[in-house]
């Protein structure tokens, strides 16, 4: 069965940074770009950055440029996300995401990791 | 503020069709291919159309995507009261670099 797990979240204070995994089975995850995506409590989605399968390509949305660093571990079927100098509005259900096709679809999606930024 | 355009909600009856719209613009829309996704409460987005009008493998063909310029268009078909959900479009943008979400629209089956 293909699936994805997120793990990490907490409660963090502003200011704080928390590092977040998703961890992948039942595909062979080092042939997939992968994309971290987030909904904060009563939005939309968000799509905050893509990694492609050997880590070559990055990028960011731009609410999250210069403080989240996205990551991945091929041997470990692991995807990661570094988020520092948290903010309250980055308070959100983290997903992790991934398309079949390599494109910036998303076919399978994790059922996300809760990141609350409170004092 | 989304990039893409989405109404906030739309209503039909059971059995009845309904179409939820999405636009953008060319650095977006204009120029890719557009993914909806459907999400229930407390739970993950589910693909229901990729590159415009295809859909996976177990998706019901009630459910239909088209596009036209910066503007695509889910229609859902036999509307079922099962079908109430938040719908989402996404494409990617060229101009940010990055993938843009619609703000997502109710749907509720009267």
């Known amino acids: 069965e293909v699936q994805l797990v997120e793990s990490g979240g907490s409660l963090v204070q502003p200011g704080g940074s928390l590092r977040l995994s998703c961890v992948a089975s039942?595909?062979?995850?080092?042939?997939?770009?992968m994309n971290w995506v987030r909904q904060a409590p009563g939005k939309g989605l968000e799509w905050l950055s893509y990694?492609?399968?050997?880590?070559?390509?990055?990028y960011y949305a731009g609410s999250v440029k210069g403080r989240f660093t996205i990551s991945r571990d091929n041997d470990e079927n692991s995807l990661y996300v570094q988020m520092n100098s948290l903010r309250d509005d980055d308070t959100a259900v983290y997903h992790c995401?991934?398309?079949?096709?390599?494109?910036?679809?998303?076919?399978?999606w994790g059922q996300g990791t809760t990141v609350t930024v409170s004092s | 503020q989304s990039v893409l355009t989405q109404p906030p909600s739309v209503s039909a009856a059971p059995g009845q069709k309904v179409t939820i719209s999405c636009s953008g613009s060319?650095?977006?829309?204009?120029?890719?291919?557009v993914s909806w996704y459907q999400q229930f409460p407390g739970t993950a987005p589910k693909l229901l159309i990729y590159?415009?009008?295809k859909r996976p493998s177990g998706i019901p063909d009630r459910f239909s995507g088209s596009k036209s310029g910066t503007s695509a268009t889910l229609g859902i078909t036999g509307l079922q009261t099962g079908d109430e959900a938040d719908y989402y479009c996404?494409?990617?943008?060229?101009?940010?670099?990055?993938?843009?979400f619609g703000g997502g629209t109710e749907l509720t089956v009267l």
């Open positions: 995401a991934f398309s079949w096709r390599n494109d910036y679809g998303m076919d399978v």
């Open positions: 039942g595909f062979t995850f080092s042939t997939y770009s």
């Open positions: 990694i492609s399968s050997g880590s070559s390509t990055i």
């Open positions: 060319s650095s977006n829309i204009g120029n890719n291919y």
């Open positions: 590159d415009n009008n």
């Open positions: 996404g494409t990617w943008d060229g101009s940010l670099s990055g993938v843009v």
